[in-house]
Nanobody, 121 residues
């Protein structure tokens, strides 16, 4: 079984910064891609940023230049540095990963439980 545990959410003023972390644990052989999604009240869940095992990244247009995704493969951890936060960034942020379990041949998709980010003065 694989678990993703997020941390780092909270309340921040507009223009402020937060750093989210997501640690994967369990019987893990390889994590191909780790991503952050977010879901605001009344809206669909959307991709914020993703990073592959080789370090290739992609971002939603709305966060380009403000957010940076990175990962530590040795720790099976992904980070999201969020700068210049705006009220419209308020959402529950979810970690997502494509994981090949130890001894397995296929990748499976896992979600974390989510962490609340609120940007408000």
């Amino acid at each position: 079984q694989v678990q993703l545990v997020e941390s780092g959410g909270g309340l921040v003023q507009p223009g402020g910064s937060l750093r989210l972390s997501c640690a994967a644990s369990g019987s893990i052989a390889t994590i191909y891609r780790m991503s952050w999604y977010r879901q605001a009240p009344g809206k669909q869940r959307e991709l914020v940023a993703g990073v592959t095992i080789s370090g290739s990244t992609n971002y939603a247009d709305s966060v380009k230049g403000r957010f940076t995704i990175s990962r530590d493969n040795a720790k099976n951890t992904v980070y999201l540095q969020m700068n210049s936060l705006k009220p419209e960034d308020t959402a529950v942020y979810y970690c997502n990963a494509d994981v090949k379990p130890t001894g397995g041949n296929s990748y499976y998709n896992y979600w974390g439980q989510g962490t609340q980010v609120t940007v408000s003065s």
